[in-house]
């Protein structure tokens, strides 16, 4: 075991316990509970975006990827940045002003129909469980890796420490987390980024020159095509991953911690900015894994090359630098998971238990209840999953996550906003389409069938795009418009009038 690693993992658990028992003394009701009272201030809830959204897929994963498969890597920075424009630009300002403590609330301000609401419900938590398996999973890795524990105790620890954080401290304390974790992160990744720089003299085109010789790539390393050979199918994973963040429910609760629609706008160019600038730094991690670590070292200490970033600074810093860097990577995964645990416990909370079982007349001590139950119940499932999850290539599970929160969330969100007509009917026909389409698309897919037995199962696939965004977003705007046109249900003018009133100025009758 690494003592320093073990030390610094260490500090930061108990530093996220402080902030947490804190935290729990001001959460009382189910608005501090939700959405932290809506106190937080635009650069607080900037950084806790940026904390929530740069998972470790983002640090170990990307870093991983461009220094094996060079430019191919960086498709994921642009289309993480980029997916921050169609956040800032069409769902931030209406979100905020329609909504108050989920995703269904802003839709339910139009359609105020149990099924509608069940069904934004079912994805939020789809969803979050999608995305949190492969964290959990890529945390039980890490954490074997590093300080020796076998993969159970890491998953459970994990887990233990992000049922806590939500059960007691609520979003004040996923929020707090996520910001120490945003700092931290943005702190260890310029300092590598800086001495990978140096290392080049910091000259741009010496490093590139360098490079192009550094990989069993050569010339390659800096193309396109190493990775993503099928242009369709590096067409549909930007194309999810630029849509789906919209989509996203643990991005889109974090509209309701602010005061105001303009204080959400302001958090989205914070996050936007901060977000940008770690992406450009994840290319001097992927470039510097590459020359002073190299693919042989990388892929022996994971085939999928996730502990590039860890190895990198241990080759620059020494035992210390590769210890830090870790226990922000673990920091990184806690962050992340907290949130998706608060987004689903809040969807199955307040839209099901509380406005679905009790029709709104839950008192707030039993949506409170209701809340930290359904926080542990999430919790339980996800570790299980996770667990069953063991020996699995789960890499895939964050796409379909964002291919889902593409093609089932995003259409209804800006219906709801845009489209007069859009009636209950277009709605939930939009949300089953495009939740079932992605989930059975990807379920025929090399994802999740493979010849050579590389995936989940032995077989032939039936499509040959690893990500189903393609076709999967497309057919959930469609659902949504055949089942509005198809419904003899009319729309209400008059409401939508007042939505459109509603989103764009955040008015509200007194």
Excluded: C
């Amino acid at each position: 075991m690494n003592t320093t690693a073990f030390l610094l993992f260490l500090a930061i658990v108990l530093l996220t316990i402080v902030i947490t028992y804190f935290a729990a003394k001001k959460t009382n009701s189910t608005s501090d509970f939700y959405t932290a009272g809506g106190g937080l201030k635009g650069y607080q809830n900037g950084l806790a975006i940026a904390g929530d959204y740069m998972s470790a897929a983002s640090f170990l994963g990307i870093a991983g990827t461009i220094a094996l498969s060079g430019f191919d890597g960086f498709f994921y920075s642009i289309g993480f940045l980029v997916a921050y424009l169609v956040v800032l630009y069409l769902v931030a300002e209406p979100l905020r002003n329609l909504g108050k403590y989920t995703m269904a609330d802003m839709i339910a301000a139009r359609f105020d129909d149990k099924k509608v609401r069940g069904v934004a419900a079912l994805n939020t938590v789809t969803i979050s469980i999608f995305y949190m398996i492969a964290q959990l999973v890529g945390a039980g890795s890490l954490i074997k890796l590093l300080l020796g524990l076998d993969y159970l105790t890491s998953v459970t620890i994990v887990g233990v420490l992000m049922t806590l954080y939500v059960v007691f401290g609520g979003m004040t304390a996923t929020s707090w987390v996520q910001i120490t974790k945003a700092v931290l992160l943005m702190g260890g990744t310029f300092i590598i980024s800086l001495i990978v720089f140096a290392k080049f003299h910091f000259s741009v085109t010496e490093m590139f020159q360098s490079l192009q010789t550094a990989t069993p790539l050569g010339e390659k390393y800096l193309n396109p095509g190493n990775k993503y050979k099928v242009p369709l199918d590096t067409l549909s994973l930007n194309l999810a991953l630029v849509l789906g963040t919209a989509g996203l429910p643990h991005i889109l609760t974090r509209f309701f911690t602010v005061k105001d629609a303009p204080t959400a706008r302001s958090s989205v160019v914070y996050a936007t900015w901060l977000i940008g600038i770690f992406y450009v730094m994840t290319v001097f991690l992927g470039f510097g894994a590459a020359q002073f670590v190299g693919a042989k070292e990388i892929t022996a200490a994971d085939p999928g090359g996730n502990m590039a970033a860890p190895l990198l600074a241990k080759a620059l810093g020494g035992d210390f630098l590769f210890a830090f860097i870790s226990a922000v990577a673990f920091a990184t995964i806690l962050a992340v998971v907290t949130g998706l645990v608060l987004s689903a416990a809040s969807a199955f909370a307040h839209d099901f238990y509380t406005h679905i079982v009790r029709r709104g007349n839950a008192t707030e001590k039993e949506q409170m209840t209701a809340a930290r139950w359904a926080s542990v119940a999430v919790s339980v499932i996800s570790i299980l999953l996770a667990l069953a999850a063991q020996k699995l290539n789960v890499a895939f599970l964050v796409s379909l996550a964002f291919a889902v929160a593409a093609s089932a969330n995003l259409p209804v969100i800006l219906f709801t906003i845009f489209w007069r007509r859009f009636n209950t009917a277009g709605a939930v026909t939009g949300m089953l389409t495009g939740l079932i389409s992605a989930i059975v698309l990807v379920a025929v897919s090399p994802s999740v069938w493979s010849p050579a037995g590389k995936a989940i199962f032995t077989g032939d696939p039936l499509i040959t795009l690893t990500n189903p965004g393609i076709i999967s977003i497309p057919l959930g705007f469609l659902g949504a418009i055949v089942g509005t046109l198809l419904s003899s249900r009319p729309s209400s003018s008059a409401k939508f009038d007042e939505i459109l009133v509603k989103a764009n100025t955040g008015y509200r009758e007194m």
